[in-house]
């Protein structure tokens, strides 16, 4: 069974073919980073409009590079939600009207299952069941997953989510957009131990995330220096250290509160090698398994999605060809 997997829900338009038996076939992937670069973030209406001009071509691409046609794909799979509106509209909008004419079934996905289920396009892939930790420009959740749609929220972001904390960071530090990777290369050259940043809600029982107050501490650290290159990148790896900490502390709970040991680390922000590391050791002091995603599927990717919709097409779930689109969409209301 070929499905084509569409992903549309912020500033990458992702696309892929899944065979149900043979695995990934093909994915492409364009990124708008350089036109929201020149704004210092992603302008919403921009990012729409480049998806519509970008995606026919990549469905186009994939077909060609995979030597297959329109008529060989038996289902599409699309990002339904959450993201923004108008992006998610798009890729809706085509897999629908795809669908229709081709007579095959649509399936929406939900963006965040799709960074979850990330790591089964592995060649060593986790089993059931585990804990997931997904790590996003948008979201930072902790789930229980006991088998694919099985999930129960444990924790998540009560304000930032660690990718937004990464990227308003950077602005403080003068950096360019997108200013996650780059608050991590200049950390790099920062010196341990001048600066101790608070590891927000470790004090306290429970697995909800607070990132908005690390915000702020850098934002006063940097007032207290003379804002030089050195003061600049010691700041951003006491504050890469502490979101690393924090994101440790919360899973390592998970991973007792549950009694799994099996930690899945998903979402554009588990590509940071710091983070890796420290979540790496974490999990071996608790001698669990931790499985993450090539990063090429850590970010938004046609590919996840492709997967996750394959899944639920198998499972014989179906859906109308109404236009769906779910802006926001709690991954607790996902249906099993």
């Not at 065979?19 to 209406?45: F, R, T």
């Not at 001048?194 to 940097?222: A, E, H, I, V």
């Not at 006491?238 to 998903?266: D, E, H, S, Y």
Request: a negative charge; aromatic letters at 6%; proline letters at 5%.
């Amino acid at each position: 069974m070929y499905i084509l997997g569409i992903e549309t829900s912020c500033d990458e338009t992702g696309v892929a073919i899944y065979h149900s038996d043979k695995g990934l076939i093909q994915h492409s992937l364009y990124s708008q980073i350089a036109m929201h670069n020149e704004y210092g973030g992603i302008v919403p209406e921009l990012a729409s409009r480049d998806h519509i001009r970008k995606l026919i071509p990549l469905i186009a691409e994939c077909l060609q590079l995979s030597k297959l046609t329109k008529a060989d794909i038996q289902g599409i799979a699309y990002t339904a939600g959450p993201g923004l509106i108008g992006a998610l509209l798009v890729g809706a909008a085509t897999a629908k009207s795809l669908a229709w004419s081709l007579n095959i079934p649509a399936i929406g996905v939900h963006h965040m299952e799709g960074h979850l289920l990330a790591p089964m396009l592995e060649e060593h892939p986790p089993e059931f069941p585990f804990v997931a930790l997904l790590i996003s420009g948008g979201h930072t959740l902790l789930v229980e997953v006991t088998e694919i749609g099985h999930y129960q929220l444990l924790g998540e972001s009560l304000d930032d989510a660690a990718g937004e904390a990464f990227d308003k960071a950077a602005k403080m530090l003068g950096l360019a957009y997108p200013g996650g990777p780059l608050l991590a290369k200049l950390a790099q050259q920062g010196q341990t131990n001048r600066f101790k940043f608070p590891r927000p809600m470790t004090n306290r029982p429970g697995l909800d995330f607070s990132f908005s107050g690390l915000k702020t501490f850098t934002m006063n650290s940097l007032n207290n220096t003379e804002q030089t290159e050195q003061d600049k990148a010691d700041i951003a790896f006491a504050f890469q250290q502490a979101t690393a900490a924090t994101l440790a502390i919360k899973c390592k709970r998970a991973l007792q509160q549950t009694g799994l040991k099996r930690l899945v680390v998903a979402g554009g922000v588990s590509a940071n090698t710091h983070i890796r590391q420290t979540l790496v050791e974490m999990a071996r002091k608790e001698r669990a398994e931790i499985f993450f995603p090539r990063p090429e599927f850590c970010t938004d990717n046609g590919a996840m999605i492709a997967y996750a919709g394959c899944q639920r097409l198998l499972a014989q779930q179906q859906e109308s060809l109404s236009i769906i689109a779910r802006p926001r969409w709690p991954i607790n209301e996902l249906t099993e």
